[in-house]
């Protein structure tokens, strides 16, 4: 793998220690540049319990150095209606199925582990934890001898060729570069929890992403630190401004009961420690990513709804392909900084649009499709190849594009 010359080794800065933040810090790492993480909290977290990857950012992450050995369970996925019916199967290459398991589809895991793997991969000293930036002030773009400064909350500064914003959906980046944008309200909520209980039947390596008249009740085989277990959740129309519900385990129970077998069962032997919500939201799209010296990865860039199931997994990727696009090239050179995050980001942003749409759209057509057309709804996704062709066949194609774009 070729690197910048000794004399021509660049600074960057990447805000925000998630999956999008690691995995640039170690592409640009690869690519002979100095990095450095700046995480605001006193620890990389993760933010989340349930985790699902396709292909393409675990083949990424084995590029970037990170131990995927038996990370994750592969699984065939299917959608089906409530009483288990199948609507669509999630298609794959045999080559792919090959490389990645059974289905070439979802990898199920837990996000405490993906976080693990990552930060053991990180070189010494990369990621500095309790750095809250405030400002960000980026010189003249047209000077060459220019940089990005931050100004962090304790009065210190850092200077930097290049800044990364990797900071999620409330990006300061962002809001520097191109000014604030309303997030967007899908007006769903999604209650999910993971167990470890041996002793419920269900079919093994398998994703179901199951629908009834008004709720998703899915679940996925997982592995988690050598274990198999299982994730489950469901997933509802909310009201965003309404408090949680109180319960959330008794109120997964009661959308779960409407599923078969094992949705109900997994969800009653799990702990209640083991369960969270969140709201579902993303953010107005950008033409562009790059301004200057700075640009922006994973939901900085592109925030998107649990329905894509790619949120995490195109983080990782944007990080991937940021460090190989400033791979030989001179940081001190602004035109050719400006040049190598262009050529990052135009070819992400039709992939990453596709799937944030995409995964409004679908949430939108199961949650908020008037009661009255919901059974020509569903009779149509049981009897007609509507839901195979947009999501079974579609959408994996999409995905083995990127996964032939990974490569070194």
């Known amino acids: 793998m070729s690197s910048p010359d000794p004399a021509r080794r660049g600074r960057v800065a990447v805000l925000g220690g998630g999956p999008a933040g690691m995995a640039t810090a170690l592409s640009v790492h690869q690519a002979g540049h100095d990095v450095v993480i700046f995480e605001r909290y006193r620890e990389a977290r993760p933010a989340g319990n349930v985790l699902n990857l396709w ?32 609507r669509a199967d999630i298609k794959s290459d045999p080559e792919i199925e090959a490389q990645y398991g059974i289905g070439g589809g979802f990898i199920g895991l837990l996000r405490p582990e993906l976080y693990e793997r990552m930060l053991a991969a990180l070189p010494p000293g990369v990621l500095r934890t309790d750095q809250a930036v405030e400002r960000i002030e980026q010189d003249d773009p047209a000077r060459n001898d220019g940089a990005v400064t931050l100004h962090f909350a304790d009065g210190t500064t850092h200077e930097t060729d290049v800044l990364v914003g990797a900071d999620g959906i409330d990006s300061l980046v962002r809001r520097t570069l191109w000014g604030d944008t309303p997030k967007r309200e899908h007006r769903l909520h999604v209650i999910a929890g993971f167990t470890f209980a041996d002793d419920v039947a269900t079919e093994s390596n398998t994703c179901v992403i199951g629908h009834g008249r008004e709720v998703q009740g899915s679940w996925t085989s997982i592995r988690y630190r050598g274990r198999a277990g299982h994730q489950w959740w469901v997933l509802e129309a909310t009201d965003p401004d309404a408090p949680a519900p109180a319960d959330l385990l008794a109120r997964a129970r009661e959308l779960g009961r409407e599923f078969v077998d094992p949705l109900p069962s997994l969800i009653e032997h799990t702990e209640p420690a083991d369960v969270q ?15 200057g010296r700075a640009t922006l990865v994973g939901d900085a860039a592109h925030a998107t709804s649990p329905y894509a199931a790619y949120g995490a997994g195109m983080a990782i990727e944007d990080g991937f392909f940021v460090g190989r696009a400033l791979r030989g090239v001179d940081l001190t050179d602004a035109a050719a900084v400006a040049r190598a995050l262009a050529a990052y980001e135009e070819p992400r942003r039709d992939h990453t649009a596709f799937q944030v ?42 995905i083995n594009k990127q996964l032939a774009l990974i490569t070194d």
């Open 357 to 398: 749409r995409m995964a409004y759209m679908n949430g939108q057509m199961f949650h908020h499709t008037p009661r009255v057309l919901q059974p020509l709804r569903d009779l149509v996704f049981d009897h007609t190849p509507f839901l195979q062709k947009v999501v079974g066949d579609t959408n994996p194609a999409e």
């Open 277 to 291: 919500r969140w709201v579902l939201r993303d953010r107005g799209y950008l033409d562009r990513w790059s301004q």
């Open 55 to 86: 292909p393409p950012p675990l083949k990424a992450l084995r590029l970037l150095g990170v131990d995927t050995d038996d990370l994750g369970a592969p699984c065939r996925s299917q959608f089906r209606n409530s009483r288990g019916r199948v």
